[in-house]
C-alpha cells in the first residue's frame, strides 16, 4: 500500500487537495479507516467462498469508486486524476483478490502433520 500510495502521488492517480497532515500521505484516512473495517468486515462475512467475497468487494468498490467518489470530488476532498475510475476500480478488485489470496496460502497454510510418538507399526 505504501509503494502504491508514493506511485500514485508521483504520477497523480488520484488527488487529495487538503491532506490532513504534511507528513501523513491523502489516503491515509481512507486507507486506515473505512478501507481497513471493510475489508476485515468483508473477509469475515464471506470466509471460504471467494465468490461471494468477489461479489462483495465489487459492489462495495463500485460505491466507492461512482457515487461516493464524485460526491468527495465535489466537497473537494478527492478526486481521481490521471486514472479513468475504472482504472481505480480495477486496482480495488486487484487488491482484494491479493489480499484473500495472501490471507489463502500464507496465513492459513495448513499445519503439517507431526509423528506419532508411540507408533505401533515400528
Known sequence: MMVESYIA????????????????AGEAAL???????????????TYGHFGRYMLLNAIVDTF????????????KLFRVGTFKEYHLLGIFLLKAA?????????VEKPKPQRALKNNPIE
Not at 9 to 24: A, G, M, R, S
Not at 98 to 106: G, N, S
Request: aromatic fraction near 24%.
Open 64 to 75: 466507492f469508486v461512482y457515487p461516493f467518489q464524485r460526491a468527495m470530488s465535489r466537497a
Open 98 to 106: 491479493l489480499m484473500y489470496v495472501y490471507q489463502h496460502l500464507v
Open 9 to 24: 502521488e508521483k504520477k497523480k492517480w488520484w488527488i487529495f487537495p487538503n491532506p490532513p497532515h504534511p507528513y501523513l
Open 31 to 45: 486507507l486506515l479507516g473505512p478501507f481497513l473495517a471493510g475489508s476485515l468486515w468483508i473477509k469475515k462475512f
